[in-house]
Nanobody, 124 residues
Framework: QVQLVESGGGLVQAGGSLRLSCAAS????????LGWFRQAPGKEREFVAT????????RYADSVKGRFTISRDNAKNTVYLQMNSLKPEDTAVYYC?????????????????WGQGTQVTVSS
């Protein structure tokens, strides 16, 4: 079992930055692939970014590529999402997710554990 708790969301103006954090419980954090997803009002939850167990490989949605950076610190059991050049369309609840996965999947079903989400609001 893995428990995930996100933090770092908030209100920011367009063009600004935020860094989300997701702290995980458990002793086997480094054995999980990790991802960030988001869900805007009235829309389905969508993939944002994922990172391999070692942190050596990453994958991003086209909509955030070049603006967002996912990273992890296995010593601190934490995964991060640095979000720069934020746009109003980035407004959503952001969720971190974990799974014993192979590769860099972008599919919700590949992740067994989810946090409660943190709200990000970007004003124009």
């Amino acid at each position: 079992q893995v428990q995930l708790v996100e933090s770092g969301g908030g209100l920011v103006q367009a063009g600004g930055s935020l860094r989300l954090s997701c702290a995980a419980s458990g002793r086997t954090f480094s054995s999980y692939g990790l991802g960030w997803f988001r869900q805007a009002p009235g829309k389905e939850r969508e993939f944002v970014a994922t990172i391999s167990r070692s942190g050596g490989s990453t994958r991003y949605a086209d909509s955030v590529k070049g603006r967002f950076t996912i990273s992890r610190d296995n010593a601190k059991n934490t995964v991060y999402l640095q979000m720069n050049s934020l746009k109003p369309e980035d407004t959503a609840v952001y969720y971190c997710a974990a799974g014993r996965i192979v590769g860099l999947p972008a599919t919700l079903g590949d992740y067994a554990y989810w946090g409660q989400g943190t709200q990000v609001t970007v004003s124009s």
